[in-house]
């Protein structure tokens, strides 16, 4: 392994998915649901590999159908207006399309600001881009991790090329509030810079808060690059299929890194999302509202069984404190050694946030636990951590 990678060895979500596997426990790591998207996207699916639409490869920007489908989507929800032909790209998902926007985007040496803890494979692209990454770290408020605005301008330096944005965020469940976005796109702005904005989990925003796309600010419809997957909103983590919408100078750079790491994919699913897209807004109601009452469940459930929560406003992740469970069943407030025996401990298995941070020690007793799952495992996840005590 070279020395770009080397740092990086095996994702976290692998590692914890083997150990779920091998141990039998309720698997509240990797976020994937444990159920399958509407039954009749499944069928569009099918349909269209029955009728030969996608069975060979597609066009190298996604289908057409798709394309016009992701422009309609960010039309109807934000009034953003993307020409199919020229803004919108298709990509085997969203970690192709953040791996594309790096490597398209970035000369060696380039520092990029992310928001920290960060999704594991930002600082993987960022370092095969030969970039580096430059990490401002969100902090615990009360109930919700923030970002510093201060902190966010200092990070800037000479050398900054881009912004890497989540929101609403992983692991966190932060979603940024129209203050924040209004202060990252003031600053993009005035220090010239670009942004690539990941927002695939635009659909699972809760109660007060709002999902804003940054494309929609002032002056970052052309410097913007917004990244959404339907693995998130349709819940098909397995078809792969994400998309990239920016101006057509950035989608063009975007799609040269893409020819050259998968050219194409997900052919037949393409079709499937394209209607997928185009559901009623009941669907996408009824999926948030249902993801919100799994929220409250695990978050009251994790509450009540010692941890202190931080009650996410957005995605399908719920951060936690373990320290006030005390010195020995938090293992002296290690994220890492508290995930690692908790299969064994409780049948449960969960994500250390640390391995989402630079600044390890920030991060050390934050333990990410995913709600994306059936009623009746998230009350047994909960009775097992509660007779941990
Ligand atoms: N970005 C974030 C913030 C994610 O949480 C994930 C998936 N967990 C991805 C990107 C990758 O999405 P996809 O499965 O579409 O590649
Ligand atoms: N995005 C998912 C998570 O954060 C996992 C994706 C993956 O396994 N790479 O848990």
Redesign the pocket.
């Known amino acids: 392994l070279n020395r770009r990678l080397a740092e990086f060895g095996t994702t976290i979500f692998a590692e914890m998915s083997a150990l779920a596997v091998r141990t039998g426990a309720i698997n509240l790591g990797q976020?994937f649901p444990d159920t399958d998207g509407p039954e009749e996207i499944r069928e569009a699916a099918v349909r269209a590999l029955r009728a030969g639409h996608g069975n060979q490869y597609p066009p190298g920007p996604g289908i057409p159908e798709l394309r016009t489908a992701i422009s309609a989507h960010q039309q109807r929800r934000y009034g953003l207006l993307f020409d199919p032909d020229t803004e919108v790209l298709v990509t085997?998902?969203?970690?192709?399309a953040?791996a594309a926007s790096l490597l398209a985007l970035l000369e060696p040496g380039d520092e990029v600001v992310a928001l920290e803890p960060y999704?594991d494979?930002y600082a993987a692209c960022i370092a095969m881009a030969g970039g580096k990454r430059v990490p401002v770290t969100l902090r615990p408020h009360e109930d919700s991790f923030r970002l510093d605005l201060d902190e966010l301008r200092a990070a800037v330096t000479d050398r900054t090329r881009l912004l890497l944005i989540?929101t609403p965020h992983?692991p966190t469940g932060t979603v940024l509030t129209r203050e924040e976005l209004t202060a990252i796109a003031e600053l993009a702005v005035e220090r010239d810079l670009l942004v690539v904005t990941?927002e695939?989990?635009e659909h699972l925003v809760f109660g007060e808060a709002e999902h804003l796309p940054l494309a929609g600010f002032p002056g970052m419809r052309e410097r913007t690059v917004t990244?959404g997957?339907?693995?998130?909103t349709f819940s098909f983590?397995g078809w792969?299929?994400?998309w990239v919408t920016a101006a057509p100078e950035l989608v063009a750079a975007v799609r040269s890194a893409k020819q050259f790491l998968t050219y194409v994919s997900s052919g037949p699913f393409q079709y499937a999302v394209a209607e997928a897209l185009a559901l009623p807004d009941t669907y996408f109601t009824a999926f948030r509202d249902d993801m919100l009452a799994k929220r409250d469940l695990l978050a009251t459930g994790l509450a009540e069984a010692g941890f202190k929560v931080f009650r996410p406003a957005g995605?399908y992740f719920v951060t936690t404190d373990i320290r006030p469970l005390g010195t020995a069943l938090s293992q002296e407030g290690d994220g890492f050694a508290f995930c690692r025996a908790l299969p064994e401990r409780a049948g449960v298995v969960a994500i250390p946030n640390a391995v989402f941070y630079d600044h390890r020690d920030a991060g050390a007793p934050f333990v990410r636990f995913a709600f994306c799952k059936r009623t009746e495992v998230l009350e047994e996840a909960v009775k097992r951590l509660k007779a941990l005590a």
């Open positions: 976020g085997a998902g969203a970690t192709e953040i999704y494979s989540n992983n990941d695939v989990y990244i997957s339907a693995g998130k983590t792969k299929v994400g995605t």
